[in-house]
């Protein structure tokens, strides 16, 4: 699969590396949260990846893969904070190399492993996770069949998948959104196609809760304040324009923010 247009822009770790120096960081010796702003790319950042890893009650014993890890954010936070091993899959070729730089700078290197690939094409054995978290990745993946089976596969039996993600109506989207800068990279699907792409993969729905209007009121404060100078911006081109429709999905109805867990039953699921 090519790199997706909307993350590859050849400048993400230098752009980075130039935000930390002007707040007087030093790139070599990145402290656990001092890029807490920008380092997770999904609405509400820190706060979503945290509701969700209590809502799929991720601990210590629990091996984490993140299925679109970005430059890593999440899988930095999961890895501190619930103290789990975590392996973190992306497409994006230099996504991957800020994950690994940033993890090898904030001494995390030995608790997460970067893997660049396609998370419809896991190269990994059946079983080898406990949890898999996905955080605003599907809305690029045409074959969302592929993305549940693989998950479903990789999972041991009763693992969870913990989703934080965007249903909508693909039709009403106006472009540029946070996950692509043309119709051509984005793949929104309704909340309900969502649920039976996970539910025909073999999981088990518990929680599917729509967090569109606490999200949107959330945002819409935040964005009221004087932009932080390490925000999502420093690497991801055209982000408040981004942003700006990406809000008015949520306030014209056909953009919704979806907070899932699933389960895979013990005894369904490819292996
Ligand atoms: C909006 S970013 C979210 C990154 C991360 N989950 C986070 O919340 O910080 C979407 C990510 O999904 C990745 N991605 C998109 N399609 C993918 C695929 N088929 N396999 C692996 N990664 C993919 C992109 O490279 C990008 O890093």
């Known amino acids: 699969m090519t790199q997706l247009s909307a993350y590859a822009t050849g400048m993400t770790r230098t752009n980075i590396e130039e935000a930390l120096r002007s707040v007087g960081k030093d790139p070599s010796a990145i402290e656990p949260g001092d890029l807490a702003a920008l380092e997770e790319f999904h609405t509400l950042g820190r706060l979503a990846t945290a509701q969700l890893a209590h809502l799929a009650d991720i601990g210590p014993n629990d091996r984490v893969l993140d299925a679109g890890t970005g430059i890593g954010g999440s899988a930095r936070f999961l890895a501190v904070e619930h103290g789990c091993s975590v392996t973190g899959v992306d497409l994006t070729d230099e996504y991957c190399d800020t994950a690994r730089w940033i993890n090898e700078s904030a001494g995390l290197s030995d608790r997460i492993a970067i893997v660049q690939g396609d998370i419809t094409d896991l190269p990994f054995d059946a079983g080898s996770f406990d949890v898999v978290?996905?955080?605003?990745?599907?809305?690029?993946?045409?074959?969302?069949?592929?993305?549940?089976d693989e998950a479903c596969r990789v999972l041991a039996p009763g693992g969870r998948l913990a989703m934080w993600d965007i249903t909508g109506n693909a039709d009403h989207i106006g472009y540029p959104v946070p996950w692509?800068?043309?119709?051509?990279?984005?793949?929104?699907?309704?909340?309900?196609?969502?649920?039976?792409?996970?539910?025909?993969?073999g999981f088990r729905i518990e929680q599917w809760n729509d967090l569109t209007r606490p999200t949107a009121e959330m945002m819409t404060a935040f964005l009221s304040r004087p932009a932080s100078e390490l925000g999502l911006h420093v690497f991801v081109?055209?982000?408040?324009?981004?942003?700006?429709?990406?809000?008015?999905?949520?306030?014209?109805?056909?953009?919704?923010?979806?907070?899932?867990?699933?389960?895979?039953p013990p005894d369904t699921g490819s292996s």
């Open 133 to 148: 978290v996905s955080q605003h990745v599907q809305m690029n993946v045409v074959d969302k069949g592929s993305l549940y």
């Open 180 to 201: 692509a800068t043309d119709p051509a990279d984005s793949h929104v699907v309704s909340g309900d196609q969502l649920r039976a792409a996970v539910a025909g993969a």
């Open 237 to 264: 081109p055209d982000f408040p324009a981004k942003v700006a429709n990406m809000l008015r999905g949520f306030a014209a109805g056909y953009l919704q923010v979806i907070q899932a867990l699933a389960v895979r």
